[in-house]
């Protein structure tokens, strides 16, 4: 089992900034891959910017790029998301996906946290 916490959420005025942070944490595990994703109240939860950690590659949604940066602490199993020039639209619940592989079975899973909420005022 890995636990995905999620932390940083808040309310920041627009062209504000916020810096998000996402932790696994378990037993006997290695992580492939992990990612951000959002929903905004009656959408459907969309992708936002996630990395591998097989080739250290990192990619985004074209709704965040230039303004957003993801980045890794892979000793720490933490990734982060820098966000920058906040917009009123991207005000949503910000989740942390994670695809592990486990040590034990050597199946692949993917585990998500609860989430943390941005809020952008315009």
């Known amino acids: 089992q890995v636990e995905v916490v999620e932390s940083g959420g808040g309310l920041v005025q627009a062209g504000g900034s916020l810096k998000l942070s996402c932790v696994a944490s378990?037993?006997?595990?290695?992580?492939?891959?992990m990612g951000w994703y959002r929903q905004a109240p009656g959408k459907e939860r969309e992708f936002v910017a996630r990395?591998?950690?097989?080739?250290?590659?990192?990619y985004y949604s074209d709704a965040v790029k230039g303004r957003f940066t993801f980045s890794r602490d892979n000793a720490k199993n933490t990734v982060y998301l820098q966000m920058s020039s906040l917009k009123p639209e991207d005000t949503a619940t910000y989740y942390c996906?994670?695809?592990?592989?486990?040590?034990?079975?050597?199946?692949?899973?993917?585990?998500w946290g609860q989430g943390t909420q941005v809020t952008v005022s315009s």
């Open positions: 378990g037993r006997a595990f290695s992580i492939v891959e």
């Open positions: 990395g591998s950690r097989t080739d250290d590659s990192t």
């Open positions: 996906k994670v695809r592990i592989t486990s040590g034990v079975t050597l199946a692949t899973y993917v585990y």
